[in-house]
Nanobody
Framework: QVQLVESGGGLVQAGGSLRLSCAAS????????MRWYRQTPGKERELVAS???????NYADSVQGRFTISRDNSKNTNYLQMNSLKPEDTAVYYC????????????????WGQGTLVTVSS
């Protein structure tokens, strides 16, 4: 069974840094794009950053220059390095990935993690 598990959330002061991790586990043949979203109460989930299997990245304007997404394909893991954090970055951060399970190598399914809370105090 494929799972995505996020870690690294917590409480940090404004201006500080956190690094989130998203590890995919289970019988996985390949992982394509991986992404981070965030959501606050009453708002829609917002795409924060994405990275392709080849390493191409994209960022929301609100985090450009402060956040960096990367991945370690040997570990089926991606990371979101968040620097210069602001109170408005407070949210639950979710990882998702488009991947092909070993049982269906020509498929492309999207899996979500359970989310990790990031709180930035002013």
């Amino acid at each position: 069974q494929v799972q995505l598990v996020e870690s690294g959330g917590g409480l940090v002061q404004a201006g500080g840094s956190l690094r989130l991790s998203c590890a995919a586990s289970g019988s996985i043949f390949s992982i394509n794009a991986m992404r981070w979203y965030r959501q606050t109460p009453g708002k829609e989930r917002e795409l924060v950053a994405s990275i392709t299997s080849g390493g191409s990245t994209n960022y929301a304007d609100s985090v450009q220059g402060r956040f960096t997404i990367s991945r370690d394909n040997s570990k089926n893991t991606n990371y979101l390095q968040m620097n210069s954090l602001k109170p408005e970055d407070t949210a639950v951060y979710y990882c998702n990935a488009d991947l092909a399970p070993s049982a269906s190598i020509y498929s492309n399914f999207r899996f979500w993690g359970q989310g990790t809370l990031v709180t930035v105090s002013s």
